[in-house]
């Protein structure tokens, strides 16, 4: 725990109160909570749902950040983890190895590296978990090769397909031959099968256009899996899928793993596109709570949540329990503006809590989240990634 935290009284009564009726009140705002029974149902659910299935889970953590969450997803049944960025794995990996012997840990690395020095970490990373790394490129093949070669470690290698997001990916079977035959005459990597995120999918509402979009994405990933499988190369791990496809996915039946992220949390956008779909059945379980710092104005409050409190991309949070009468507005770089009902004033020094717009860059702009149950702060733990962005 660092330093500033300990210095600051609001923290530590917080902290003395573990476990108190009421200790909710003392969260020092703005802040993140999660709800552990939601989140532990969301793990459950999605856990369940992979192993009726049949399908794989390997849970994206880009969306927690937390080395906790982690392993309550493994405990779960995952069967291991998808991580956007080296940095992230690395200290998540380091925190999991410590805490027990989580040596055998599969590790996917969902976004292409490049260059020398991350390819080097890519093979350091591989000697304290089993590695496979996403690869759109036979550039990227030679350079994790050589960095194996040095490393004297071998790394497993999934070609990145392009499904339609057009982010990463090859766009095609010719070009995943190409990789995948680079890495068959590598001495230090293993092709291990293809990844297909189909991010551009995952928001559209209304189950039917998101299935019949799924249905188009997937057939890319279909035509690659049959080049290669034509071509003699093993297609075992097919991974992909999000919160807002899985079970579409499922119902498809290409992937052999799902590496969804954002059902622990369940953000506003989500909720909005899901709705009451199967793949919407997750809880809202984290929330954002902010004071009323000022209220000397007829018909709104300011709060102390603005635009660092949460990523702007998505648009606004909502206002857990006021949904239809209050709304959020961004007043600042630390303020905001919830306007409120006349006949229900929000007063000085009053917490609220905010439903926030999407997740994941949420949660990467604090340091802890607070885990409670109804009113009671039960544990308080590390976004342990914080800021692992390269
Ligand atoms: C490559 C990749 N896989 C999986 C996910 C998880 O998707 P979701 O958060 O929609 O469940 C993401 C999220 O952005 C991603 O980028």
């Not at 476990?19 to 709800?35: H, K, M, Q, Y």
């Not at 009726?52 to 889970?57: E, F, S, T």
């Not at 194996?148 to 997001?165: E, F, I, N, P, S």
């Amino acid at each position: 725990m660092s330093e500033w935290r300990r210095d600051v009284r609001a923290y530590d009564e917080a902290l003395d109160q573990l476990g108190e009726a009421n200790s909710r009140r003392l969260i020092p705002t703005p802040a993140l909570v999660c709800d552990l029974s939601m989140l532990q149902s969301n793990i459950d659910r999605m856990a369940d749902g992979a192993r009726d299935a049949g399908v794989a889970l390997r849970p994206h953590v880009k969306s927690h950040k937390s080395a906790y969450i982690a392993k309550r997803q493994l405990e779960a049944g995952a069967v291991g983890l998808s991580f956007a960025k080296l940095g992230e794995a690395e200290v998540i990996v380091e925190k999991l190895r410590t805490d027990e012997d989580h040596s055998a840990l599969s590790v996917l690395l969902t976004s292409p590296i490049v260059g020398r020095h991350a390819a080097e970490r890519a093979a350091a990373l591989a000697a304290r978990c089993d590695l496979l790394v996403a690869i759109d490129h036979c550039d990227g093949v030679d350079e994790l090769e050589a960095a194996a070669l040095a490393a004297d470690t071998t790394v497993c290698v999934l070609c990145d397909v392009d499904v339609g997001l057009g982010r990463t990916g090859v766009s095609g079977p010719r070009e995943a031959l190409a990789v995948a035959e680079r890495v068959n005459v590598a001495t230090h990597l293993q092709f291990r099968g293809v990844q297909g995120y189909g991010g551009h999918l995952q928001h559209i509402a209304g189950r039917e256009h998101r299935r019949q979009a799924t249905i188009a994405s997937t057939k890319r990933l279909g035509l690659v899996i049959d080049a290669l499988e034509s071509a003699g190369f093993n297609v075992p791990i097919r991974s992909g899928g999000g919160t807002g496809t899985m079970g579409l996915d499922v119902e498809i039946g290409v992937l052999s793993e799902l590496q969804t992220g954002s059902y622990v949390f369940m953000d506003r956008e989500y909720r909005d596109a899901l709705g009451e779909d199967p793949e919407g059945r997750f809880a809202q379980s984290l929330t954002l709570i902010t004071t009323v710092i000022s209220a000397n104005h007829e018909g709104y409050v300011t709060v102390d949540a603005g635009l660092k409190a949460m990523a702007t991309d998505a648009g606004v949070p909502l206002v857990v329990g006021h949904e239809r009468t209050a709304t959020y507005a961004f007043f600042g770089d630390e303020q905001g503006m919830v306007t409120c009902a006349p006949d229900h004033p929000f007063r000085r020094g009053e917490r609220l809590e905010l439903v926030p717009p999407h997740c994941d860059p949420t949660v990467d702009r604090y340091d802890v989240i607070w885990l409670v149950h109804d009113d009671v702060v039960v544990d308080v733990i590390d976004v342990t990634a914080r800021g692992r962005s390269q």
